[in-house]
């Protein structure tokens, strides 16, 4: 009876500690995202301060490739909206594992009080 | 508070303050490295080739030339560069300074708010070491020992209660005396006290208005004991089985003579029928049921007060409502004085008069009639003093109207509007 309740125990912080780890993970996803999303904002503000003409240049690997003024800022502002949706998504799933984890929380505490329960019965059966 | 805790929470509030702090020097040096940029670009287009070590990989420099001294190219950030002239770039490094700038001012309002939390972490701690004067004051709360203790002491309380009682129905002293020793008023009766206090208040008030003067001529002094005595009140009600809370008293008093009432909070019930302070008939309330053994009896009783009239008729003294009561005893009538009253009151006799609310007949016949007997409803006379008859009146009926069983003259002077007496003065010269 008391092993089968402190499998039940395992089991459940293992559930637990996954979602814990996920939530961890997705966290730092976004604040990765965050900051890309700052930098970007920056290049698009400086590159609207660019007169027309003027020479962009976008690094791809060791080489600095030429690009038009426009496209850039095209380019910019596409990245820009990109970054806002993963973002969003992220929060959600953040959000959502957030819960789980807060139900799994709450069964292994139950779970706990049970066992220690049964642990105080047994304790003073003997 | 487990001191273990408390260190574990100093410990998070100063790596808090740590890193805050390390934020706000890397943000210095980049601000110190954006500053030496501009520099060097200021400087840079003074000549048009510069010579240089031109750094060679990790570990290796060759003399070299700068030979575009003017076009920089400036790194915006996520891999892509724009061209720039010196100057361009020079400012473009003066806005991010700007941003730095912002940047350090909100971390050091975070340092001004995490570190006041250290301090305050700080001090509980010493106040737990017991280090200083100030000292923690700890009682730990158990429901279940603070409901066993508000009972005991709700029976030690009724039991101090009974004792005083005894005790002033032993020695028999004055109320007022006893009233100081009751000291062991709760404060609930200590409010239903000064509820009945003021009440007893209003009533006096009321009573000293110009409709009561004359029966307070008459039974001054018993209404004077009356009023020492309302301190306690005893009423009787017809249910004997009315449940009073905070067991009252039980002894009856047919004289005016009374004790003590320790127990007030049930004086806010009987007040509200103790309105028959108004001297209007003795006999008819008092019941001085036998209650002795019964617990909770409120009993009441008045003074004796002459029955202010008709009660020697042979009417049967049988009170079943208030209406009985008016219209056996008849007290002077609480509505203001009107000529129109006057004659209706002297006029329907001892009849018991019941007044039809607001509803006037339409038809102006009922002018003539005089008041019959019992319930009807007083004439059209008083219409003139009404504010509205019920009924459109041409201009040339005012007269009729006027000249009807009473007689006009007969009326005492009373005030009419200018407009009235216009229209009067109109229809009738006089």
């Keep these: 009876m008391a092993e089968g309740m402190q499998k039940r125990l395992q089991g459940e912080l293992e559930k637990f500690q996954n979602v814990q780890k996920d939530v961890g993970k997705h966290v730092n996803l976004r604040q990765q995202l965050e900051g ?27 080489a600095l490739i030429k690009q038009d003024l426009g496209e850039a800022k095209q380019t910019v502002q596409k990245r820009i909206d990109y970054i806002n949706g993963e973002l969003k998504r992220h929060e959600n799933l953040i959000k959502e594992l957030e819960k789980k984890a807060d139900n799994h929380r709450e069964t292994l505490n139950k779970l706990q009080h049970q066992f220690q329960q049964a642990q105080v019965k047994a304790a003073a059966k003997s | 508070m487990d001191p273990r805790h408390l260190n574990r929470l100093k410990e998070e509030q100063q790596k808090a303050i740590y ?29 048009v080739n510069h010579d240089i070590m031109v750094p060679f990989g990790k570990l290796a420099f060759m003399p070299g030339k700068i030979v575009h001294t003017n076009e920089v190219m400036v790194l915006l950030g996520d891999n892509w560069f724009a061209e720039r002239s010196a100057k361009q770039a020079a400012e ?28 305050f972490t700080s001090d509980l701690q010493t106040e737990l070491q017991g280090k200083e004067d100030v000292r923690e004051i700890r009682e730990e709360f158990d429901e279940e020992q603070e409901r066993l203790w508000n009972d005991r002491h709700r029976e030690s309380v009724k039991r101090q209660k009974e004792q005083e009682r005894l005790k002033a129905a032993a020695t028999g002293t004055t109320p007022m005396a006893q009233k100081v020793e009751g000291s062991s008023l709760s404060d609930e009766q200590l409010w239903a006290r000064l509820d009945q206090l003021e009440r007893q208040e209003a009533e006096r008030a009321e009573m000293d208005s110009d409709e009561w003067k004359e029966e307070e001529e008459e039974d001054n002094s018993s209404r004077k004991k009356k009023k020492n005595d309302e301190n306690m009140r005893r009423v009787s009600f017809a249910d004997e089985n009315h449940p009073k809370t905070l067991g009252l008293q039980m002894s009856q008093n047919d004289d005016d003579e009374e004790e003590e009432d320790d127990d007030l909070s049930e004086g806010t019930d009987s007040d509200d029928d103790d309105d028959d302070e108004e001297g209007s008939d003795a006999d008819g309330e008092e019941e001085d049921s036998d209650c002795k053994t019964k617990r909770r009896t409120i009993f009441f009783s008045h003074t004796k007060t002459p029955a202010v009239s008709q009660s020697g008729r042979g009417e049967a003294v049988e009170i079943n409502s208030p209406s009985d009561i008016y219209k056996l005893f008849q007290p002077p009538s609480i509505l203001k004085k009107s000529p129109a009253r006057e004659r209706w009151n002297e006029s329907s006799g001892s009849a018991s008069v019941s007044v039809r609310g607001g509803s006037i007949p339409e038809d102006s016949t009922m002018t003539s009639h005089t008041v019959d007997t019992a319930t009807h409803i007083p004439s059209i006379a008083s219409s003139a003093q009404k504010a509205f008859s019920g009924q459109i009146v041409e201009r040339q009926t005012q007269d009729t109207q006027h000249h009807t069983g009473q007689t006009h003259g007969a009326e005492p002077q009373r005030r009419v509007s200018k407009f009235r007496a216009k229209r009067m003065g109109q229809s009738d010269p006089s």
Excluded at chain 1, 37 to 62: F, H, Q, W
Excluded at chain 2, 19 to 41: G, V
Excluded at chain 2, 95 to 114: A, F, G, P, Y
């Design chain 1, 36 to 62: 890309q999303l700052s930098e970007n904002t920056l290049v698009k503000e400086e590159l609207d301060r660019l007169e027309e003409g003027a020479g962009v240049y976008k690094m791809i690997g060791p």
């Design chain 2, 19 to 47: 890193e805050t702090k390390e934020r706000i020097k890397q943000c210095e040096s980049f601000k110190s490295d954006y500053k030496a940029l501009q520099n060097r670009l200021k400087t840079l287009p003074d000549s």
């Design chain 2, 92 to 119: 473009i490094a003066g806005r991010r300074m700007k941003e730095l700038d912002k940047k350090v001012k909100e971390l050091n309002d975070q340092m001004r708010l995490l570190e006041p939390r250290l301090g």
